[in-house]
Antibody
Framework: QVQLVESGGGVVQPGRSLRLSCAAS????????MHWVRQAPGKGLEWVAL????????YYPDSVKGRFTISRDNSKNTLYLQMNSLRAEDTAVYYC???????????????WGQGTLVTVSS | QSALTQPPSASGSPGQSVTISCTGT?????????VSWYQQHPGKAPKLMIF???KRPSGVPDRFSGSKSGNTASLTVSGLQGEDESDYYC??????????FGGGTKLTVL
């Protein structure tokens, strides 16, 4: 069955960096685009990044552009999110999610991980 | 880009129908048929309920249906059941490889 397992969250000081990982299994990882979506405590969902199935294209909203980098290693079935210059407002549960489309985006995420909590605080 | 607009809350009695709206612009909801709806129970990951405006993933009850008119998409839950009490979020493709979410709607089954 499809599984996505995030790791790497924790408490980090403002201005520091953190790298999240998402281990995928149960499907052909290299065939699917992937998203990172976050949810601040008590708040709604916010899209953070996406990467094409082959890693050739990556996109971000303005809120994280230039600070966050999404990447993937298809040989390891793993998705990453490198987060630099972290701010208090980046505090959230971070989810990795698989886009429903096969080698293209359908802009719907059909499988989600359980999330990993990132707390940015001094 | 601004988040899509959803009502903060909605409610209905068991067996009734309730509709949740998701309002955007012609640059997102109105411009593409890539509206999705997610159900999220407290402390859990979101679950895809509707994609491409009207399509249901396998395993989602047909009590859940989606529609769109102009810049507003809607999720209708028919035959409300207690287990439907949850938070619901819409999302839409917004062009240039951007994805927008709505602020969420808390559905209460009375």
């Amino acid at each position: 069955q499809v599984q996505l397992v995030e790791s790497g969250g924790g408490v980090v000081q403002p201005g520091r960096s953190l790298r999240l990982s998402c281990a995928a299994s149960g499907f052909t990882f290299s065939n699917y685009g992937m998203h990172w979506v976050r949810q601040a405590p008590g708040k709604g969902l916010e899209w953070v990044a996406l990467i094409w199935y082959d890693g050739t294209d990556k996109y971000y909203p303005d809120s994280v552009k230039g600070r966050f980098t999404i990447s993937r290693d298809n040989s390891k079935n793993t998705l990453y999110l490198q987060m630099n210059s972290l701010r208090a407002e980046d505090t959230a549960v971070y989810y990795c999610a698989r886009d429903k489309g096969l080698q293209y985006f359908e802009w719907g995420a059909d499988y989600w991980g359980q999330g990993t909590l990132v707390t940015v605080s001094s | 880009q601004s988040a899509l607009t959803q009502p903060p809350s909605a409610s209905g009695s068991p067996g009734q129908s309730v509709t949740i709206s998701c309002t955007g612009t012609s640059s997102d909801v109105g411009g593409y048929n890539y509206v999705s709806w997610y159900q999220q129970h407290p402390g859990k990951a979101p679950k895809l309920m509707i994609f491409e405006v009207i399509k249901r993933p396998s395993g989602v009850p047909d009590r859940f249906s989606g529609s769109k008119s102009g810049n507003t998409a809607s999720l209708t839950v028919s035959g409300l059941q207690g287990e439907d009490e949850s938070d619901y979020y819409c999302s839409s493709y917004a062009g240039s490889n951007n994805l927008l979410f709505g602020g969420g709607t808390k559905l209460t089954v009375l």
